[in-house]
C-alpha cells in the first residue's frame, strides 16, 4: 500500500540494512562507465509509490532509481548502486552527459507539479537524511555534486522543484548551503558572462533561461521567472568563490 506521512515503515529484519525497508529489484539497470562522483534527487511524479514502484519494475518503462522513498518514509532499494540505474536522461553536469553512469538516483514518493505541488513529508526526509550520508561517505560524493534532476537537466525537468528543502539538507552538509552573505556590486558585466560563469558551475545552458530558471529553483527558489539579476549574479559568483577556495567540499 502507499504509504501515508502518518504510516511508519516497519524495522528492518536483524542482519538486513538497518537503512533499507524493502527490496523491489528493477529489471532496468546496465553498467557503469564513469566513477560514482554524484547524487541526483527526484520526485516520482506519481500517486502513490506502488504505482511509481510498479513502473520503475516494468522492463517496458526503461527507468528506473537506485532508491525510492515513500512519503511514510519506507526505504525502497531498487538497483544495486554498483549498477547504472535509468533515471536522468539526457543530461548533463559539469561536462559528464552520462549522468546515469555518474550518480545514484533517489526517487522521492511525491505528487509533483502536476497532481497538486505541496511540501515533502517529514518521515521523507528523515529517511533521506542517513541514506544519503551514507552514499556520501561511502562514495566520497562531494557536497557540490549532490543535485536536483532540474540541476542536471534544465531544458526538460524541474524536480525536485522549489518545494525541496535544500537548505535543511545542507544543515547535515549533505548538499551546499544557499550563499547568504553576498558581497555588493555586480560580479558579472553582462548577461554573456553570467551563462559562462553558470556552465563554469555546473549547468548545461543550452536553453539559456531555462538554465537560469533551474539555478532560481535550487538557489533562490522564492522567485523563479528565468530573468538574470543582480542577485542570482551574486549568488553565483559567492558559489564560485567558495569552490574555488575548496569551501564546496
Ligand atoms: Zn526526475
Known amino acids: 500500500m502507499s504509504g501515508t506521512p502518518s504510516s511508519r515503515p516497519e524495522a528492518p529484519a536483524p542482519g ?9 529489484p528493477s529489471p532496468n539497470f ?4 564513469l566513477p560514482i562522483t ?17 513502473k520503475m519494475c516494468d522492463p517496458a518503462s526503461k ?8 512519503e511514510g518514509g519506507e526505504v525502497i532499494r531498487l538497483v544495486d548502486e554498483a549498477k547504472r ?17 555518474a550518480a545514484i538516483g533517489i526517487e522521492l ?16 526526509f528523515e529517511a533521506l ?28 525537468k524541474i524536480d525536485p522543484g522549489e518545494l525541496f528543502p535544500w537548505d535543511r539538507l545542507a544543515r547535515y552538509k549533505l548538499c551546499l548551503s544557499r550563499p547568504r552573505k553576498l558581497r555588493l556590486g555586480d560580479p558579472f558585466d553582462n548577461d554573456g558572462q553570467f551563462y559562462l560563469a553558470l556552465e563554469r558551475f555546473g549547468y548545461d545552458i543550452t536553453e539559456g533561461r531555462k538554465a537560469v530558471e533551474a539555478f532560481q529553483r535550487r538557489w533562490r527558489p522564492e522567485l523563479i521567472n528565468g530573468e538574470i539579476c ?15 577556495r575548496g569551501i564546496a567540499r
Open 38 to 54: 554524484m547524487v541526483v534527487l527526484h520526485y516520482t511524479e506519481m500517486d502513490g509509490s506502488e504505482p511509481a514502484l510498479a
Open 109 to 124: 514518493d511525491h505528487p509533483g507539479h502536476l497532481h497538486g505541488y505541496r511540501a515533502f513529508s517529514e518521515p521523507q
Open 129 to 156: 537524511v542517513p541514506l544519503l550520508h551514507r552514499i556520501v561517505t561511502t562514495h566520497d560524493i562531494p557536497r557540490a555534486n549532490v543535485l536536483g534532476h532540474s540541476d542536471v537537466a534544465p531544458a526538460r
Open 85 to 101: 540505474a535509468w533515471h536522468a536522461g539526457v543530461s548533463c553536469w559539469r561536462g559528464i552527459h552520462d549522468i546515469n553512469s
Open 230 to 244: 543582480g542577485e542570482i549574479r551574486a549568488i553565483l559568483f559567492q558559489l564560485l568563490l567558495d569552490r574555488d
Open 30 to 33: 546496465d553498467g557503469r562507465a
Open 63 to 70: 527507468v528506473s532509481a537506485h532508491y525510492l522513498i515513500s
Open 16 to 24: 538486513e540494512d538497518p537503512l533499507v525497508h524493502r527490496e523491489a
